[in-house]
Every structure is written in C-alpha cells, then in structure tokens.
C-alpha cells in the first residue's frame, strides 16, 4: 500500500516569512495529492490539492509542487500569518481510489 | 461541497461502557468514512461505512469493538465499545463524492476515556 512520509513535524516561523512542508510517497500509481489544513478542535479542510498531470499549482500566498519521478510533492506559503498556524496534511490517492493516506502531519506555528 | 454535522463534539466516558457518534451529511453521498485521530497522530482510517451492507473495516479495527450503521446516504453512525483509556483519540467523519477528490470533514468527536 501507499505511504506517506511528511517533514517536518514542527515549523515555527515569523510572521512574513515562508513556510515550507515536504511530502515523498511510495506508490507510483498515486495521481492525487490533496494538502488539508486543521486548526484546533475542527476537521482538516482542504486548502490547495495537485493532480499527477501539472507540475505545480498555485492559489494566492499558497502553492503546492510535484516531482513524480522523484515521488514527492511540496507546500509553499508565503508571508506567513497569525492565522496560518494550524496542522498541516498532506495525501495521497492512488489511481481509482476513493481512500487517501495521509501523512503526519506538520504544526506550523507562526509568531507575530 | 458537503457539509457535515458530527455528535456529539466531545465526551467523557467511563472505561468499559461504549459511546455512539452521528454523522449527517446534507447531501446524499457516495462513500462515507471513519477515521481516528490519536493526539499528534495523523488520520488513520478505521473503516468504511457501506449504505445498507456491512462496513469495510481496515487492518486492526473489527467489527465488534468498532459497530458502524449506515441507514441511508446521508447517515452513519460509529459507536466505539467496551472503551478503554486506549480508545481516547478524534474520531472523524469524512465524505468523498468523487474518487480522487476532495474529502469532506465533521469537526470531529473528542473522545476522553477515564
């Protein structure tokens, strides 16, 4: 089955500045990598997801890329706000399949 | 996009007694599902919950201790059994319309065993 890696598991930075999460997974045949973002005491929301045919993505101060051949996909905020502190999600879907699986997760503290 | 409504938010059970948790949907949906949260874990699935079949439990969650009802496709209910402090975790409920789509979230049952 597929496994998701995610790094870091913590990231404190100061408002303004960017934020970067890491994902590798393992099964090629994944095509759908959704990143979710949950704040405490709520379900994840998604926030940004990429699909196996683009490379990168991009929403605002929000944009997520994907290296296939290298198995890895990445979130990118820019100028960080109070508001963005939160966990972070990424997954990823194989091909057909209605079940993501998830990484560890990634709490992104930003300071004022 | 759908909108789920999850009960109770957070509870306080005493071991060896069992808690169901509701989840509505306001839309009629293909696929739901159940998922644990473990503090500072990430989202592991428990099982799929099948409208008017059995769910499909994944490796290591069964039947007797996770029951799981699923009367229609707006409705599903979890109920964790014969609970110990082990079981203390988020439970979710989560919707998919599509494969390789979003995934939609209840906000989520904060159980507590003592």
């Known amino acids: 089955g597929e496994n998701v890696e995610q790094h870091p598991s913590t990231l404190s930075v100061q408002e303004g500045d960017s934020a970067v999460i890491k994902c590798t997974y393992s099964d090629s045949a994944s095509n759908y990598f959704p990143w979710y973002k949950q704040e405490l005491g709520k379900g994840p929301q998604l926030i940004i997801d990429?699909?196996?045919?683009?490379g990168e993505k991009k929403d605002q101060r929000i944009a997520v890329t994907l290296n296939k051949t290298a198995k890895h996909f990445s979130l990118h905020i820019t100028e960080t706000q109070p508001e963005d502190s939160a966990v972070y999600f990424c997954?990823?879907?194989?091909?057909?399949?209605?079940?993501?699986?998830f990484g560890r997760g990634t709490s992104l503290i930003v300071h004022p | 996009s759908a909108v789920i409504s999850q009960k109770p938010s957070r509870d306080i059970c005493q071991r060896g007694t069992s808690l169901t948790i509701q989840c509505q949907v306001d839309?009629?949906?293909?696929?739901m599902f159940w998922y644990r949260q473990q503090p500072g874990q990430s989202l592991t699935l428990i099982a799929t919950a099948n409208q008017g079949s059995e769910a499909t439990y994944e490796s290591g969650f069964v039947i007797d201790k996770f029951p799981i009802s699923r009367p229609n496709l707006t409705f599903s209910t979890l109920t964790v059994s014969n609970m110990s402090p082990e079981d203390s975790s988020i439970y979710l409920c989560s919707v998919e319309e599509q494969t390789e789509t979003e995934a939609f979230f209840g906000q989520g049952t904060r159980l507590t065993v003592v």
């Open positions: 839309s009629q949906v293909t696929m």
């Open positions: 997954a990823a879907t194989p091909g057909g399949s209605y079940i993501p699986t």
């Open positions: 990429i699909r196996s045919n683009v």
